[in-house]
């Protein structure tokens, strides 16, 4: 039977509700923490046909929804913290995370305006002034918290866009995009994050705005065709509103040479936008932080604390170096940001947000860095990237290991060629090394990446977990072998 009264208020009835819905699931967030497996192993039609939703007319009470969900959800969750869950930028996070989210949840204050979040609002801002003085900005506040990269990635191109087309007199928040929109460009590595085109194809621009530019062996921007390029599109008649430079690429770890690029960028007048979704998390590193040297530059800033910062999803941020561009999409509401707020000082922080209604996961990453201190903050986030050197060096050692590309963040790109395969196509390796992950999976022990380097299909490990060891990856890579002789042998 439901409970009369569901909502979170002050009562007796709601408090005991509360903190019997919350042991509950606590209890079974602990239990489900401690399975051995990585995953329970069953196949989308298994779920599918075990999932249903049961919305009857009297309702189920929470302690009925919650025991349903921890059946349906968390015993088929994925072990994001199993030392063998290497496959993605996908983290495990940090207990302090959970307390926030708790109260991030309870209190429900929305980002937009101060009346609906005001000592949140205070910490966001606190915090982004925080961050801007770590990537090296002036002092300020321009920038927000963001639901992660895409939307990061999304405020970055199109305040570009809008920039431009400023100082060309027009302004595309008032009037759209003018002209020939086929000349419009932006400029980016092969090895840019996807959210690149997507965003691009979302401003009316399309994929075919984007111009790759190579990379070189170690999946970096090549700045002599970035150059060329550049070149040829003036050349043209084309129109650059960006180049959008990666710092830490999904798969190698890759980071663009941010300050050449910045300066090729500075002689055309064209804005840089600096992807560092991953390899942000190196701002906090002890002995990692210049490989982000010339971060400083840019224009605008993507990150993200839901990877390499350990945070629960959703939380990350973008950052503006010069506050006036935020003009470009400001838009006043009468009932949030008003002119009488504004010439008071009030801070409504949808003035610097695509989203109205906002979570305020800023408090995550306030409550971690309170928590966990520079020193342990640092060690959490350069383990990964110490052991990828050492998982590298193990690969190099081991005959049947290939690896494919030099780490230079937290992940291992390599493969798995037995002597058996010493006169195997390349095609039959990808393709056997394809069928190892998605056996690894299916079995429930691990989940690793599959992707491509310079056309080479071969395995990912992502090694962000600060509680995996080089002994857990040697684990890993012989069930990797283990699986891959089992496959052979069939
Ligand atoms: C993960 C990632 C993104 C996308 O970020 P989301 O938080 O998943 O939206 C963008 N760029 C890079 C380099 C990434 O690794």
Redesign the pocket.
């Known amino acids: 039977m439901s409970e009369l009264n569901p909502i979170l208020a002050a009562s007796n009835e709601s408090i005991e509700a509360y903190q019997q819905a919350i042991a509950q699931t606590s209890e079974a967030v602990v239990n489900w923490l401690q399975q051995p497996y990585m995953y329970q192993g069953k196949t989308v039609a298994e779920l599918r046909e075990r999932i249903a939703l049961d919305f009857n007319p009297q309702g189920l009470g929470n302690q009925a929804a919650i025991e349903r969900a921890i059946e349906l959800f968390l015993k088929d969750s994925l072990l994001v913290h199993h030392p063998q869950c290497v496959a993605h930028?996908h983290c495990p996070s940090l207990v302090v995370s959970q307390a926030a989210e708790v109260l991030i949840n309870a209190t429900n204050q929305s980002m937009d305006s101060w009346d609906q979040s005001p000592s949140a609002t205070i910490i966001e801002v606190k915090l982004i002034e925080w961050l801007r003085a770590q990537v090296g900005y002036t002092a300020g506040d321009a920038g927000v918290f963001t639901?992660?990269?895409?939307?990061s990635?999304l405020m970055g191109l199109m305040l570009a866009r809008d920039a431009f087309f400023k100082r060309q007199g027009h302004s595309v928040q008032q009037d759209g995009l003018p002209g020939d929109l086929k000349k419009i460009k932006v400029f980016c590595s092969e090895n840019a994050?996807f959210?690149v085109q997507k965003n691009m194809a979302l401003m009316g621009l399309g994929y075919r705005s984007v111009t790759l530019v190579k990379t070189d062996e170690f999946a970096r921007m090549d700045v002599n065709d970035l150059k060329a390029k550049l070149a040829e599109a003036q050349a043209n008649g084309e129109q650059v509103l960006a180049i959008v430079a990666?710092a830490?690429?999904?798969d190698a770890g890759a980071i663009d040479p941010l300050r050449e690029i910045a300066g090729i960028a500075a002689e055309h007048n064209t804005w840089v936008h600096v992807?560092a979704?991953?390899g942000g998390a190196l701002l906090l590193s002890e002995k990692y932080r210049d490989y982000l040297d010339g971060l400083e530059l840019v224009d605008s800033v993507?990150l993200?604390f839901?990877?390499q910062y350990f945070q629960t999803i959703s939380c990350?941020a973008f950052l503006l170096k010069d506050a006036r561009h935020y003009e470009l999409m400001r838009y006043q509401a009468a009932y949030l940001n008003s002119e009488f707020d504004e010439a008071a000082g009030v801070p409504n922080l949808v003035s610097k947000s695509l989203q109205t209604t906002r979570r305020f996961d800023a408090l995550k990453l306030w409550m971690g860095l309170e928590a966990l201190g520079q020193k342990q903050y640092a060690a959490i986030i350069d383990h990964g990237v110490t052991l990828a050197q050492q998982v590298a060096q193990y690969v190099t050692e081991e005959a049947d290991l290939e690896l494919v590309m030099q780490p230079q963040l937290a992940s291992v790109l390599y493969r798995y060629r037995p002597a058996q395969m010493a006169n195997s196509s390349d095609a039959d390796i990808a393709l056997f090394n394809q069928k190892i992950g998605d056996a690894l999976l299916e079995s429930g022990r691990a989940n690793v990446g599959v992707t491509e380097s310079n056309g080479v299909t071969c395995l990912k490990l992502t090694l962000l977990n600060p509680t995996v060891t080089l002994e857990d990856i040697k684990i890993l890579l012989a069930l990797v072998a283990k699986t891959g002789q089992e496959l052979l042998a069939k």
């Open positions: 930028l639901s992660g990269g895409t939307q990635n994050h959210s990666t830490g690429t999904t992807d979704a991953w993507t993200d839901h990877k990350g």
